[in-house]
C-alpha cells in the first residue's frame, strides 16, 4: 500500500472503531481513483483481519442504475462480509450501537465450489450456487465528508452487519426474479 494511504487508513480505522465520523479537513479523497479507493478498503479489511476480524463472503452494492449515478458510477461495488458481524436468524439488537442505522432487504447467496471463470452463464451460475436466504443489510448511514463513491467504497459500501435468515437449499427450478424479501419493523 502506498504510504500516501496510512493517514487514510488509519483515520478510517478509528471511523469505524470509535463511530466518530468527523476526520479532518484537510484529508482528501477527492484524487483517489476507484482502484486507489479499493486498495484503502483492503488495507482496512486487512487490519480488521489481524485485529481478529474474520472474512466469511462478500457483499455488492450500488446495484441500480440511479444509486450508481448519484455515486458518478458504471458498475456496482464491491466490498466485504466479516465474522463477527454476521447475526443468524431472528434477534434484538441495539440501534445505538450503530451510527444512523439504515437497513436493507438483501438475498444471501451462498456459492458451494469455487468459480474460476471472470463471466459465467445463467446456467454456470445456477450449477453454483448452493442455497439462498433473505437478509437484511445493516448501515452506518453516515460518511465523514460530502458521500463519494471513494468514501462509500472505503466505508465498505456504509456495511455495519448482516442478519441471515433461514437458508434454503437452491435447486436449478428455483427462479429468483420470483421472490421478494420484505422487511416488518415491530410487525408492520
Known amino acids: 500500500m502506498p504510504t500516501a494511504f496510512k493517514n487514510i487508513v488509519d483515520s478510517y480505522l478509528q471511523v469505524f ?28 479489511i486487512d487490519a480488521r483481519v489481524k485485529a481478529g476480524e474474520r472474512v466469511v463472503g462478500y457483499k455488492v452494492g450500488c446495484t441500480s442504475r440511479s444509486i450508481q449515478k448519484q455515486f458518478g458510477l458504471s458498475n456496482p461495488i464491491k466490498g466485504f462480509l466479516t465474522k463477527p458481524y454476521i447475526y443468524e436468524n431472528a434477534l434484538t439488537l441495539d440501534a445505538s450501537n450503530f451510527e444512523n442505522l439504515a437497513i436493507e432487504p438483501e438475498f444471501v447467496v451462498t456459492i458451494g465450489r469455487d468459480i474460476t471463470k471472470e463471466f459465467l452463464d445463467k446456467f454456470e451460475i445456477d450449477d453454483a450456487i448452493e442455497s439462498v436466504a433473505s437478509g437484511i443489510e445493516l448501515h452506518n448511514y453516515r460518511f465523514c465528508f460530502k458521500p463519494s463513491s471513494q468514501e462509500l467504497i472505503i466505508l465498505n459500501g456504509i456495511h455495519a452487519g448482516l442478519i441471515i435468515g433461514e437458508e434454503r437449499p437452491f435447486t436449478k427450478a428455483s427462479d429468483l426474479s420470483l421472490e421478494g424479501v420484505g422487511v416488518f419493523v415491530n410487525g408492520e
Open 17 to 44: 472503531k470509535t463511530k466518530c465520523y468527523d476526520l479532518p479537513s484537510d484529508l482528501s479523497l477527492e484524487n483517489l481513483s476507484l482502484e486507489d479507493s479499493y486498495q484503502v478498503q483492503q488495507a482496512i
